[in-house]
């Protein structure tokens, strides 16, 4: 029961995702909880693993502890990971740890295994991490029966098949991390298989080792191991492999790499005389030996500012000064105690995990609101100042929980394969590793800060209702610019409209520094801050470098290759716009911009010489086409890229035929913009008391304001959806003006290049891509 009085202050926006996503409910769907009382049932439930630690322990101890994990999320200072708030004392016996890594055997038993626990553990809330190194190359012959192996990837379609119909506890869709090793045969197969838009539900990495690095720096070639023998099986050139990486990663995102020799000597493994890493969980953050799971917690840097006056920006004090470095040891001790918690009433949902969690004892403590805490003491996300804070604060963290963890150990005994750790000379340690930062997803919009270590999206957005638009402003930018007399309501509205501040007149120079976004700032400065923060970090950094669409492959190779000289774990990057990209435009040359394309409509069969439909006049049949009609073609930009729509007049100047070319041919976009046409099309030439112009201003008129869950453009120049351009298009033939009064919220709708895309729960245009995986700003739907 809920006595302690300590409220939290929760936004809309958390309220609404909570009670979709995490608060308790009853048989009817009613809600049995509020967020206070979610606060109160996670911190009393992992509280209870105290009791088996100290079975003598009194109620006012117990309480004690319990309100001091409450106090820390209700402050909103520590949030644990997802599937903790979700389960954590529902009794459901569904788990409550985010990331998993699982074996993949070279046997048909063992994958299939595989697939049977990943798909126990989707069900339970979280996300599974594989190897695919083991299995034996496509063509190789399996003795046991006489057949031919198929390969990795083709493995990997049927995990992605199974992940497909696997809901995670009704609240979560499956994620996964597909790895393979460099030098595994079948490595050029794996780096282009989601070239064609297959295997959605994971990631995939390829595992970089130092032998490859070093031929890839010096220009020369490197082996090829059967997994199977063992032996040398051939070689590749290291810089063709890097070229395919490259390219794969412009245009889909991936893969990314995984430095895993590195990994393998670092922290991220205490234990390298017992297990290697071969894979890490979806993100990329946690790297895990098999069967083993990380319990994750992100604490909100935002909350630990000391109150000030008015923002500065040069007053020649230091920075750090104004960070309560006291209250965030304190939640630091506080939160490793929880994790250690977390691993003892976790309902693991194979025996197993069970083994491995308690052999090892890894958690994961990291950070949000990193954006937010540079906003606040006005210090530009690409600067050398904030790189320095960055190790002040994750060094803090890592000390103070080192610390908490060697206390715990005191008091319970250290990991069970602590003896034989890296740690086996120095103090008792509690957990093989204690930090990791990991995407925050969901509960960095409930706890009402920015994602982890990554820079915002865009300063502000509008909320579009009927004839009423809103816009919600960041909040510390919205104070500066009232402090500083500059937040005119016309300025406001313009950085709605363009998502960032940048080269918009009337914002101080100074503030334009500080207040930049995720695609204001230049790649070497993302893994710049990747590398700060994993120099304090036990696992990996979670953090994606996004670049515009207008990024070349070039740029993308040299943030990779940045990222292994900075001593990263990892690297992922994200162009803006890439995974449209690879839907619509796979097979087209990247260096032809979307004005080059070709305007002519190659599937359309109305312009084939052989008429569609049988010749008729106008007795109830449906008119012939003529051998040659003229018309216009239009280019419309849609949210699903340039739409180019041509309108056919006949001989009385009426409209005829209407088709539409947009993406790729074959593409099921490209299919729906074919029907589309084609029933526009039929539908001017069938005989009707109307005219062909009334008929087209009437489809106009049904098809305007149509919103999908992409918008582009603003006011009067607001696209809504393919539809809704090819509204405007058959309005513009007819000189009719249009207005679109739905609604929509859009994410910097002018910035260059598209930043906000589909969400595929609230079918808005608010789902970003940050921390490896994708969430959204509006309804709080994330990957991860």
């Known amino acids: 029961m809920l006595t302690h009085r300590t409220r939290g202050t929760w936004s809309e926006s958390a309220q609404r995702v909570l009670a979709e996503r995490y608060l308790w409910k009853d048989e009817k769907g009613q809600l049995k909880e509020d967020a206070d009382g979610m606060c109160w049932r996670v911190a009393e439930a992992i509280a209870q693993a105290e009791k088996l630690f100290q079975p003598s322990i009194d109620n006012a101890r117990f309480q004690e502890i319990a309100e001091s994990f409450y106090d820390i999320m209700i402050e909103g200072k520590f949030m644990p990971n997802s599937p903790t708030l979700m389960n954590a004392g529902k009794d459901n016996d569904l788990q409550f740890s985010a990331c998993f890594v699982l074996p993949v055997p070279d046997s048909i038993d063992g994958i299939f295994d595989s697939i049977k626990h990943a798909a126990i553990i989707h069900k339970s809330g979280g996300g599974t991490g594989f190897a695919f190194s083991r299995l034996r190359p496509e063509g190789a012959t399996v003795q046991t029966t006489a057949g031919v192996a198929s390969g990795p990837v083709s493995f990997m379609k049927i995990f992605d098949a199974a992940t497909e119909q696997i809901k995670q506890g009704g609240t979560r869709r499956g994620a996964n991390m597909g790895i393979l090793r460099v030098d595994h045969p079948d490595i050029l197969q794996f780096i282009n298989c989601k070239l064609d838009g297959g295997i959605t539900n994971f990631n995939i990495s390829v595992a970089a080792t130092d032998k490859y690095m070093d031929a890839l720096e010096r220009g020369g070639s490197y082996d090829l191991i059967d997994p199977h023998s063992g032996d040398v099986v051939g070689s590749l050139d290291a810089g063709e492999v890097f070229r395919q990486i490259i390219e794969a990663a412009w245009r889909t995102g ?76 304190r939640v630091t001790r506080a939160a490793v105690r929880f994790l250690d918690d977390v691993i003892e009433v976790n309902p693991y949902p194979l025996e197993q995990i069970t083994k491995e969690v308690k052999a090892n004892r890894r958690i994961g403590l990291g950070v949000m609101g990193w954006a937010d805490m540079l906003y606040k003491l006005g210090i530009p996300y690409d600067s050398e100042e ?16 080192h610390a908490a963890s060697t206390s715990l150990a005191e008091e319970r005994g250290p990991f069970q394969n602590w003896s034989q750790s890296i740690y086996k000379d120095g103090p008792l340690l509690r957990n093989g590793t204690v930090t990791t930062i990991a995407p925050t997803g969901t509960i960095s919009i409930i706890s009402g800060c920015s994602s982890g270590v990554e820079p915002i999206f865009a300063l502000a957005f ?105 001593g990263c774990l990892g690297i992922t990057v994200f162009r803006n716009g890439s995974k449209d990209t690879q839907v619509l435009h796979v097979g087209t040359d990247p260096s032809k911009s979307h004005e080059e394309d070709d305007h002519t409509d190659k599937s359309s069969i109305f312009d084939k010489e052989t008429p569609l439909y049988s010749p008729a006049g106008t007795d109830g049949k449906i008119k012939p086409r003529p051998r040659t009609v003229h018309g216009a073609t239009h280019r419309a930009e849609t949210p699903l890229g340039n739409a180019f729509i041509t309108v056919n007049r ?38 009707s008391p109307m005219s062909p112009t009334e008929r087209m201003k009437n489809m106009a008129d049904q098809l305007l304001g149509i919103g999908g869950g992409r918008s582009l453009g603003f006011g009067k120049d607001r696209v809504r959806s393919l539809p ?57 739907f994330s990957e991860c």
């Open 386 to 401: 904030a790189l320095k804070l960055a190790e002040q604060v994750m060094s803090c963290i890592k000390e103070e929980g």
């Open 650 to 687: 006949n001989g009385n100047n009426e409209p005829f035929e209407v088709f539409m070319n947009v993406g790729k041919a074959g593409s099921d976009i490209a299919a729906l913009a074919e029907a589309m046409g084609r029933l526009i099309s039929l539908n001017l030439r069938l005989p």
């Open 724 to 780: 809704d351009a090819v509204a405007r298009v058959l309005a513009e033939e007819l000189g009719i003006a249009t207005e679109d009064t739905s609604d929509a919220i859009v994410l910097g709708e002018h910035a260059p290049g598209k930043i906000a895309d589909i969400c595929p729960d609230c079918g808005l245009a608010a789902l970003v891509y940050e921390e490896g995986c994708q969430k959204c700003y509006s309804c709080g």
């Open 462 to 566: 509008s909320h579009i209702v009927g004839n009423r638009h809103l816009t919600f402003v960041n909040p510390h930018f919205e104070n500066v610019a009232k402090e500083l007399g500059f937040g005119t309501p016309q300025l406001i509205e313009e950085v709605a409209h363009k998502g960032t501040v940048e080269n918009i007149p009337g914002v101080p120079e100074e503030v334009r520094k500080v207040f930049v976004t995720a695609h204001d700032i230049a790649p070497e400065w993302h893994v710049r801050m990747q590398a700060a923060f994993q120099k304090h970090t036990d696992n990996g950094v979670s953090k994606t470098v996004n670049m515009p669409n207008s990024a070349t492959a070039e740029d993308i190779a040299e943030t990779y290759m940045m990222a292994y000289k900075e």
């Open 254 to 329: 991936d893969p990314g790499l995984v430095f895993i020799d590195r990994i393998n000597r670092s922290s991220a493994n205490p234990v390298p005389t017992l297990e290697t890493i071969e894979a890490t969980n979806p993100c990329g953050e946690q790297p895990l030996a098999p069967y083993d799971a990380c319990n994750l917690g992100s604490i909100n840097l935002a909350e630990f500012i000391k109150p000030s006056g008015i923002w500065h920006y040069t007053n020649g004090s230091n920075p750090a000064d104004r960070i309560d470095w006291e209250d965030l040891e």
